[in-house]
């Protein structure tokens, strides 16, 4: 089943223009330099490698050739590239994987791709090691996310693991439009889920971070290791039914567009201006306000007054 060309196209247009916009914010922290980027990618690599650590398996793990799934700008994946023997970043968007490629440049292990956004197809049957993902798969549509995670067991050795960051929790609706909103399975629909894929699943560690979702119980962020003991038995309609009974219904014309892209952008537009940052706070501002028909009128005036202050 391959996904409506809109919506990949939505996917790609999406997170091209939040990335070619601000790279360092849209990543997973809202940080302001590499250095700091740096030094979260290899704060979440220790996060997804923990399980093989505890185990003893690590060493074991790192002589492999591992493939990051929604690389981004290469946040983890160049932390990722000092350990492993071989290391693959795959990502939709051209903006992050021309700027991944940049950022990437010295690291002669390293191959980078621009994925057709629902198909890992540049990759072998049974070729990689150990696949992990953070950050993607629980922001994309959740039919899309389904077909990634049968990907994911094509293209690994039988026996081997990955790493994958997702949030368990309540079940909370969602539109297929919003390509960056937070889905959360209940943790038994995520266990049936991957059996059904063809993993089964063995660790499912919480996540400690400075969460941008209410904290209302319903978000959980999680690393789950899965192990592949078979090939996916199940079609990607039927998986996403399973993660997602019901599946997520599409936008209609009333649809403002993402609150979540709108919340996290004027989040990042007030911590600049908090800081006196003025020219970082009207870019994400306007940003927000650009995208989000349904915006508080407080910040349409802040952004009014910097945009004087600035002699706009
Ligand atoms: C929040 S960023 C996280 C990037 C990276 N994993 C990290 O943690 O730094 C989400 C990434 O997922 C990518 N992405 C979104 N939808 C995708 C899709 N359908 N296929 C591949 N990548 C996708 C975006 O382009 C973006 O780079």
Redesign the pocket.
């Known amino acids: 089943m391959s996904l409506a060309k809109e919506l990949v196209s939505l996917?790609r247009d999406s997170?091209d223009r939040r990335?070619g916009h601000d790279y360092l914010g849209?990543?997973?922290d809202r940080v302001e330099s590499d250095e700091q980027m740096w030094e979260t990618?290899s704060r979440?690599l220790r996060a997804l490698l923990a399980y093989f650590e505890r185990e003893g398996i690590l060493d074991e793990l790192l002589q492999g050739h591992v493939l990051?799934v929604?690389?981004?700008v290469g946040?983890?994946l160049g932390p990722a590239s000092l350990l492993f023997e071989k290391a693959s970043g795959?990502?939709?968007?051209p903006s992050?994987i021309a700027r991944a490629a940049d950022l990437l440049s010295s690291r002669e292990n390293v191959s980078l791709e621009q994925?057709d956004?629902?198909s890992l197809s540049s990759y072998g049957d049974a070729s990689i090691d150990f696949v992990y993902s953070?950050?993607?798969l629980c922001?994309?549509p959740v039919d899309?996310c389904a077909g990634y995670l049968r990907e994911i067991n094509r293209v690994l050795k039988p026996g081997s693991h990955a790493s994958l960051q997702v949030f368990l929790g309540k079940c909370q609706p969602t539109l297929r439009q919003d390509?960056v909103a937070f889905r959360s399975f209940l943790e038994e629909n995520f266990e049936a889920g991957m059996q059904l894929c063809g993993f089964s699943l063995l660790a499912a560690d919480d996540l400690l971070v400075d969460a941008d979702a209410p904290d209302d119980g319903w978000l959980r962020p999680r690393i789950c290791v899965v192990r592949k003991t078979a090939d996916a038995a199940c079609r990607t309609d039927e998986l996403a039914e399973q993660l997602y009974p019901g599946g997520e219904e599409d936008a209609d014309e009333s649809w403002p567009g993402s609150q979540t892209e709108y919340l996290l952008s004027v989040k990042r537009a007030l911590e600049f201006h908090d800081q006196g940052k003025k020219r970082e706070a009207h870019d994400a501002l306007a940003f927000a306000l650009e995208q989000y028909k349904d915006p508080e009128p407080r910040l349409k005036q802040l952004l009014a007054e910097l945009k004087e202050e600035l002699t706009l």
């Open positions: 996917m997170w990335i849209w990543m997973n990618g979440d990051d929604g690389c981004g946040r983890i795959t990502d939709i968007s992050a994925g956004g629902q953070f950050g993607v922001n994309m899309c390509t």
